[in-house]
């Protein structure tokens, strides 16, 4: 698996607009963004599929990697070149259901967890490939976002994954990320930030080269 680099952007269909989805994420691409993951939570399959074919036509050529969040029936009909992965929580499809729908497809497959015993859960699953902790900071992003983990849950989730024998998997941090607490969170052992609100809200291209100024 490529590294994330160490900022991981979400393309948030309901914040953006439909119309601006296709052109944010090309935006997150321009700015440096190594992977960004779409996320419609209200949108019907048909306006999806459709929203994802603009998006793998603006990324053609990027280094970009898309990721789609829950919609493992759709991300199914594209390419694993093109869509790389899904991004799975606790009430998803589990992540080797989600492994039969895409058969022998090389796809990652990343998983939320938002205690100490869905980090260790994830950290033994072995259709885990990515392991995502949060909300790490008080969001407004999710409106029926789990209570806050802070940096103790990335610390113990770190801990856990470094002595498993499989390949070292990416750790993300999620939730209420900002330039201005980035580094905590690197610093606490995340190998990299999914960052919503902070990328989303504004010039997304700015709001992009902010992130990753002060990840660097």
């Given at each position: 698996?490529?590294?994330?680099?160490?900022?991981?952007?979400?393309?948030?269909?309901?914040l953006?607009?439909?119309?601006?989805?296709?052109?944010?994420?090309?935006a997150?691409?321009?700015?440096?963004?190594?992977?960004?993951?779409?996320?419609?939570?209200?949108?019907g399959?048909?306006?999806?599929?459709?929203?994802?074919?603009?998006?793998?036509?603006?990324?053609?050529?990027?280094?970009?990697?898309?990721w789609?969040?829950?919609?493992?029936?759709?991300?199914?009909?594209?390419?694993?070149?093109?869509?790389?992965g899904?991004?799975?929580?606790?009430?998803?499809?589990?992540?080797?259901?989600a492994?039969?729908?895409?058969?022998?497809e090389?796809?990652?497959?990343?998983?939320?967890?938002?205690?100490?015993a869905?980090?260790?859960?994830?950290?033994?699953?072995?259709?885990?490939?990515?392991?995502?902790?949060?909300?790490?900071?008080?969001?407004?992003?999710?409106?029926?976002?789990?209570?806050?983990?802070?940096?103790?849950?990335?610390?113990?989730?770190?801990?856990?994954?470094d002595?498993?024998?499989?390949?070292?998997?990416?750790?993300?941090a999620?939730?209420?990320?900002?330039?201005?607490?980035?580094?905590?969170?690197?610093?606490?052992?995340?190998?990299?930030?999914?960052?919503?609100?902070?990328?989303?809200?504004?010039?997304?291209?700015?709001?992009?080269?902010?992130?990753?100024?002060?990840?660097?």
């Open positions: 698996m490529p590294p994330p680099g160490r900022v991981y952007t979400i393309a948030d269909w309901d953006l607009g439909k119309d601006a989805v296709p052109a944010a994420v090309e997150m691409a321009e700015a440096g963004v190594g992977w960004v993951q779409l996320r419609a939570k209200s949108v399959g048909g306006d999806f599929y459709r929203t994802l074919e603009q998006i793998c036509r603006a990324l053609e050529g990027s280094d970009c990697l898309l789609v969040d829950d919609r493992v029936d759709l991300a199914a009909l594209f390419p694993p070149t093109v869509v790389v899904v991004h799975l929580g606790q009430r998803d499809l589990s992540a080797s259901q492994r039969q729908v895409f058969g022998t090389p796809r990652w497959i990343g998983w939320s967890t938002h205690n100490a869905q980090g260790a859960a994830a950290v033994m699953d072995s259709a885990v490939d990515v392991v995502a902790v949060g909300p790490v900071f008080p969001t407004t992003s999710k409106t029926d976002a789990d209570p806050v983990v802070g940096l103790d849950l990335v610390r113990a989730v770190r801990r856990s994954l002595p498993s024998p499989r390949p070292r998997r990416p750790l993300v999620i939730g209420g990320i900002e330039p201005a607490n980035l580094g905590r969170v690197l610093d606490a052992g995340a190998d990299t930030v999914a960052v919503l609100g902070a990328a989303c809200r504004g010039d997304v291209y700015r709001n992009c080269r902010e992130l990753l100024k002060a990840a660097a």
